[in-house]
């Protein structure tokens, strides 16, 4: 077989983010036979993974997301020590400015769920607010959220260290290699068919970021994730730029920004933006953005833009990841609908999808809540902490 260099695969992922890197990796280090990654772009990380902030947090809305930190975030910071391969990873902080009384309420609520399952978030008075930040003005704000376990990573360099990992413990990535199709018999997998010939296997992991509902699409599932653009930026070099790498979000405005590289990189949802795989810059944007950016960050007045870029958030209905296998198909499996979160929740889900593979389901953490049938069987959960 082309695609392999071997006749055949136990394990075919489609993408080659860090979702798919994860899930090799961890599948290969569990004994997971093999192992071959697909990724039709010649480099990997070139979709979402690429484009993305870096930030992780414990400050979620829901105790099944806030779960899957918990498992994370210590394998962000022991990336280096595990897996041999430097990241550049701070853990300054993440600081949400709530400026709405029922947001101030709301995120109460949260560092209160949060503290119960062991993280240390504090609701702060703008008081405080004002001493952790001196670079934010609080004006305006009712009070905010501070745990200062959460920070920023590094989503190209983990993508390469599991890569390069999981190709150490045998397993195929193949680059500039596309999925174009599932082949499945009497609801099971066969394999898939690829720009290189077929390549027979008896499971396939659904890694394929923003594209995953076409590629569900091939086994006969209808998997509820849709793309939607959002914008960065970056700008040179300034002196008043943020001393530290503290995360700041202006939770009305989804406006958020840290320090990057001597300057700031600054992003923010638009609620209008529709579904779709629109990666143009919207010239325009940029005003609304700033026009938020300079009140909370007067600094950045000196500073001038350096770059403008767009990704794909890959939503799903209630903003939770869709995670493990699906009934109908026996040897297809999901790992999709990060809805924005999916840098650090990929080392959760590289071990719970690698072990709801291995062992039947994921062992580490009960992924139930997460599964594609949830929509069917559960009233929503949603996590109502996305910017
Ligand atoms: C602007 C922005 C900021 C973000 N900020 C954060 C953040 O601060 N923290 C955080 O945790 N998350 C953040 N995210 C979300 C995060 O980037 C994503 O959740 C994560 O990268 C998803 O990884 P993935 O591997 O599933 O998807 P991707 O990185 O998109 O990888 C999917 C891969 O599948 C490949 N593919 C698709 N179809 C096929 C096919 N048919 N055959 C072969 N290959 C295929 C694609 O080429 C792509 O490389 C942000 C996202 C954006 C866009």
């Given amino acids: 077989m082309t695609c392999s260099g071997r006749a055949y695969a136990d394990t075919a992922v489609i993408g080659g983010g860090i979702i798919g890197a994860s ?14 990654l697909l990724e039709r772009e010649n480099l990997l990380g070139a ?35 595990e897996l041999g391969c430097p990241v550049d990873v701070h853990q300054d902080g993440y600081l949400f400015l709530l400026s709405r009384p029922e947001h101030a309420a709301a995120f109460r609520a949260n560092v209160a769920l949060q503290n119960r399952l062991g993280v240390p978030s504090e609701y702060l008075e703008p008081e405080r607010i004002s001493l952790l930040a001196p670079h934010v003005s609080a004006e305006g704000v009712l009070g905010g959220t501070y745990c200062a376990r959460d920070g920023i990573g590094d989503p190209n360099g983990m993508t390469q260290g599991y890569a390069a990992a999981a190709r150490r413990l045998g397993a195929g990535i193949r680059t500039g290699v596309a999925a174009l199709g599932i082949r499945c018999a009497r609801g099971k997998i066969e394999g ?3 720009t290189r010939g077929f390549l027979p296997c008896g499971t396939v992991v659904n890694a394929a970021g923003p594209h995953a509902r076409e590629v569900a ?12 653009r959002r914008h960065v930026y ?28 001597g300057g700031v990189l ?3 949802g638009d609620p209008d933006e529709p579904p779709s795989f629109n990666l143009k810059v919207d010239p325009d944007f940029l005003e609304r953005v700033l026009e938020v950016g300079l009140q909370r960050c007067p600094a950045l007045a000196d500073a001038s833009i350096h770059r403008a870029w767009t990704g794909l958030y890959e939503m799903s209905p209630d903003a939770h990841p869709i995670l493990g296998r ?27 999808v690698a072990e709801e593979i291995l062992f039947g389901s994921a062992r580490t953490l009960d992924i139930s809540p997460l599964r ?7 009233p929503p959960i949603r996590e109502s902490n996305v910017v």
């Fill in 217 to 228: 699409s091939w086994a006969g599932v209808d998997l509820p994730v849709f793309p939607e």
């Fill in 192 to 194: 898939v068919e690829t």
């Fill in 266 to 268: 600054m992003g923010m």
């Fill in 23 to 36: 899930i090799a990796y961890h599948l290969s280090r569990l004994g997971g036979g093999r192992v071959v």
């Fill in 326 to 352: 699906v009934g109908e198909v026996e040897g297809f499996y999901l790992a999709n609908g990060f809805s924005g979160h999916g840098f650090q929740h990929a080392p959760a889900a590289g071990i719970l």
């Fill in 234 to 261: 970056t700008t040179f070099p300034f002196p008043e730029a943020p001393s530290n790498h503290l995360m700041v979000i202006d939770f009305a405005t989804t406006f958020y920004f840290h320090r990057e590289s």
């Fill in 47 to 81: 979709g979402s993974t690429g484009r993305c902030a870096g930030g992780f947090r414990h400050q979620f809305s829901t105790e099944i997301n806030i779960r899957l930190s918990l498992l994370s975030i210590p394998m962000i910071l022991a990336f280096h020590e």
């Fill in 372 to 378: 594609l049938d949830r929509f069917r069987l559960h």
